[in-house]
């Protein structure tokens, strides 16, 4: 039976991505933030990367702020995998995998693996060798979660959730789950009662993909107000955080 080691991490280093960390040495997860409204000024620039199907997909948004954090979050992601691969941006190819999971076509190039999530005002990129889920969530204090709490979590997770900050623990533990299932290729659907979610080393459900693994979650402040949270397979060497300029 597999296991998942979860943890929070308090001191994080967001520093400048610099042209020698596009590399990924065995084990590796590198994490990237990007702001959506201070990049706004490179939306042209990053939807003449993507391919018809994608522009299309980002036209049919009817909000503006929706078609822009489409247009960016797949720019970006261009971007920055397009340098761990030494390719333009417009040449990654992408294809969708088991549940859909989408992963990158790399022509017999060893395999990158990625997830990628936005909330608000964020994106929250994750590269790695190995298999690897992200999510990040704006805790939004007037979120009415407690209808929420018997279907998708354990009782002593609600125990947890209920203590002395209600809505920054319902946050944080719905993250870790929604990561670790990301990162399995499940997806949420109903597993997400059975996906640990509490600090420490849990057992995972056999209902769960990949549960014979070892996997390792991990949590931290992606800024103010935003939780963030990582999950890899257990031994990643280092997790690296990254701000980054196009």
């Known amino acids: 039976m597999g296991k998942v080691h979860i943890q929070f991490l308090d001191d994080v280093n967001w520093r400048p991505a610099r042209p020698a960390d596009f590399v990924l040495n065995d084990n590796e997860v590198h994490v990237y933030r990007i702001n959506i409204s201070t990049n706004l000024h490179l939306l042209d620039a990053f939807l003449a990367t993507l391919m018809p ?7 049919k948004y009817f909000q503006l702020k929706d078609r822009q954090r489409f247009i960016l979050s797949r720019g970006a992601q261009r971007d920055i995998l397009g340098r761990y691969l030494n390719q333009p941006a417009a040449k990654v190819a992408f294809a969708l995998g088991n549940n859909k999971k989408p992963f990158l076509v790399t022509d017999g190039k060893p395999a990158i693996q990625y997830n990628i999530t936005h909330a608000g005002d964020w994106i929250l990129l994750a590269v790695s060798n190995e298999a690897v889920g992200a999510d990040v969530e704006f805790v939004d204090k007037k979120f009415q979660f407690n209808d929420l709490l018997e279907e998708h ?22 993250t870790r789950k929604e990561a670790l299932l990301k990162a399995t290729g499940q997806g949420l659907g109903e597993h997400l009662k059975v996906t640990p979610s509490l600090n420490g080393i849990h057992p995972l459900s056999p209902e769960l993909l990949c549960a014979d693994k070892t996997w390792e979650v991990s949590s931290f ?10 999950a890899n397979l257990y031994g990643a060497a280092r997790l690296s955080f990254f701000d980054i300029s196009f």
């Not at 199907?53 to 036209?59: L, M, Q, S, T």
């Not at 992606?222 to 963030?228: C, K, N, P, V």
């Open 153 to 174: 979590f354990s009782p002593v997770e609600i125990a947890f959730i209920g203590q002395d900050t209600p809505v920054e623990n319902f946050y944080l533990l719905w």
């Open 53 to 59: 199907a994608e522009k299309e997909r980002g036209g």
């Open 221 to 230: 402040n992606l800024q103010d107000g935003y939780t963030g949270s990582i």
